[in-house]
């Protein structure tokens, strides 16, 4: 729950503009960052968690988890997929945040909470990484870690590119963080207790 309490605790303060001292200061360092060879990274970032490729992310993903017959897997992902856009939309609606000046990209949508961070970085990135862990614990490590670090570059590609304010997407990777933890606890949930009544129906029929 104290992804949630940070999440609604940073929304007021950005809300109240609180945190526009630290968020100035940040866009300065990185604009002072700016190099041709930092940038097409950033702009790789760009498109990577633009929705035309999240949406075909989520299509393809979702197919690979009903033909390989995973379908609490498959329910959870796009549960997962779909609450942190909803939640997305919604609060930037709520807050109306300008993003910042002479950004390196357009975008038209308000800047708080980063849809880029939330929706690509936190639920698509991580989110996935988390459920393959799920499926594959002895690889559980490795995935959360490339999840969790596709996660930070996506969140550090869109103050890069100036295009949010780092307020922005720390709050769009602790909600899409929360987003993720609550569906993949309950997918969690469901995975073990049909682990258990399988290995309760192998006893049986070992009896």
């Known amino acids: 729950m104290w992804l949630l309490g940070g999440f609604v605790l940073l929304t007021a303060l950005v809300g109240a503009g609180w945190t526009q001292p630290v968020d ?13 060879w930092i940038t097409p990274i950033a702009m790789f970032f ?6 035309p490729i999240a949406l075909a992310t989520t299509a393809v993903v979702t197919v690979v988890f009903l033909a390989a017959r995973k379908w609490w897997t498959a329910a959870a992902w796009v ?34 909470p980063s849809g880029h961070a939330l ?25 959360v870690w490339l999840g969790g670090i596709y996660g930070v570059l996506m969140a550090w590609s869109r103050t890069y590119l100036h295009a949010h304010w780092l307020t922005d997407v720390v709050g769009g990777l602790l909600a899409g963080l929360f ?11 469901r995975f073990a207790g049909e682990t258990s ?3 309760r129906r192998s006893v049986e029929d070992a009896g």
């Not at 100035?24 to 041709?36: F, G």
């Open 24 to 36: 100035d200061r940040w866009d300065a360092i990185m604009r002072s960052a700016e190099s041709p």
């Open 46 to 51: 760009h498109y990577a968690g633009g929705l």
């Open 79 to 112: 549960v997962m997929v779909a609450a942190a856009q909803i939640l997305s939309t919604t609060v930037k609606a709520l807050v109306g945040r300008e993003r910042p000046l002479d950004p390196l990209v357009h975008e038209s949508s308000g800047a708080y």
């Open 119 to 143: 929706v690509s970085g936190a639920a698509l990135g991580f989110g996935l990484a988390v459920l393959l862990a799920i499926l594959w614990p002895r690889r559980a490590r490795m995935l």
């Open 179 to 189: 987003v993720v933890f609550v569906v993949a606890g309950a997918m969690r949930a």
């Open 197 to 199: 009544e399988t290995d």
